[in-house]
């Protein structure tokens, strides 16, 4: 099955001040969340950005809230899964009535809050794809064996270029001639 930007859902979890210095390869995770983000604003794609925990955590990276669209929905959590969250499950739901049955996810740790929401939602009946090298945790090992469980369990596991073209469809587009530049 194949992304489609109409039926698509950004979620950004957990990219925190106090966590991201510790994640393996954080700055692949950070460059690619941006080209998600900014081929989300592009493609008019809505974006949920988790926080877990933020007073202990702090918030979202500046490179990832200057790279939000303005409708973008920011909500803290306690739960490391995102679909145990009240008001998180609540903005899912409201876009899936909405035809957004398409969760695509990127963001941090790849085998806790990513892991947990992955399969919850998977649960729920949403179509869920997880963003390889826009997700990762303290250890590369932790990394593998997220992918392994995720996989097992029904999720799609792409890149940032696979979610990217796929949402865009077509290159004789102008989304393709604002966005390409994006991957050179």
């Not at 957990?14 to 493609?43: C, F, S, T, Y």
Request: neutral net charge.
């Amino acid at each position: 099955m194949l992304l489609d930007a109409k039926r698509s859902h950004l979620v950004v979890i957990d990219l925190q001040a106090r966590l991201m210095p510790a994640i393996h390869e954080g700055e692949a995770v950070l460059r690619n969340v941006r080209i998600l983000l900014e081929a989300a604003k592009r493609l008019g794609i809505p974006v949920t950005v988790t926080e877990q925990y933020p007073k202990g955590l702090g918030p979202t990276v500046p490179p990832v809230q200057e790279a939000l669209p303005p409708e973008a929905a920011t909500l803290a959590k306690t739960a490391f899964s995102a679909a145990r969250d009240p008001m998180i499950a609540e903005r899912i739901a409201t876009l899936r009535g909405g035809g957004r049955n398409q969760l695509v996810i990127c963001g941090t740790e790849a085998h806790i809050c990513v892991l947990q929401s992955a399969l919850e939602f998977k649960t729920s009946g949403l179509d869920v794809f997880v963003v390889a090298d826009a997700v990762s945790s303290r250890s590369s090992h932790s990394v593998n064996a997220a992918c392994a469980r995720l996989l097992h369990a029904g999720c799609q596991w792409v890149t940032t270029e696979m979610a990217a073209f796929e949402w865009m469809g077509e290159a004789a587009t102008d989304d393709f001639r604002a966005l390409a530049p994006l991957f050179r």
